[in-house]
């Protein structure tokens, strides 16, 4: 199975944390991964690999988080079309809380949330 392909398959993890650079040393001590720092235009997004491939990525809280923020660790899951499931997420009670976006080189995504309050990323990956 390729799990940036197959509809409904976790596909990538991803690090919200107030310390990208301190949390890309732990981790890479406590698991052995590599991180790449994407550089400036991709605003310093470290992928995390484990060997060659790329697994995950590290990336400061965004701006204008709410203080109440935490570092967190999120999750992706591949879909066919982004549109089509925040309209299935909307039908079964959810919500789209961080609308589609374009995310050059790798696809769209949103974030949405569940009824019962739990967040999840969904992508469509163009490559």
């Known amino acids: 199975m390729d799990v940036y392909k197959t ?3 976790f596909s990538w993890s991803e ?7 301190a949390a890309a040393q732990f981790y890479g001590k406590l698991f ?8 400036p235009q991709m605003q310093h997004y470290q ?7 790329g697994v995950g990525g590290i990336m400061g809280l965004p701006e204008g988080a709410p203080p109440e923020a ?4 999120g999750c992706y899951v591949t879909v066919d ?6 309209a299935k ?4 009670g959810g919500a789209t809380l961080v609308p589609p976006m374009d995310v050059p080189g790798v696809g769209r995504m949103a974030v949405l949330r569940d009824p019962q309050g739990a967040m999840l990323s969904v992508i469509a990956y163009s490559m």
């Open 70 to 73: 935490w570092p967190q660790w």
């Open 7 to 9: 509809h409904g398959a």
């Open 15 to 21: 690090l919200m944390t107030t310390d990208p650079a």
């Open 47 to 53: 992928v995390v690999n484990v060997g060659e491939s």
């Open 81 to 86: 079309d982004v549109e089509a499931t925040l």
């Open 32 to 39: 052995g991964w590599t991180v790449k720092d994407m550089g």
């Open 89 to 92: 997420c909307a039908e079964l």
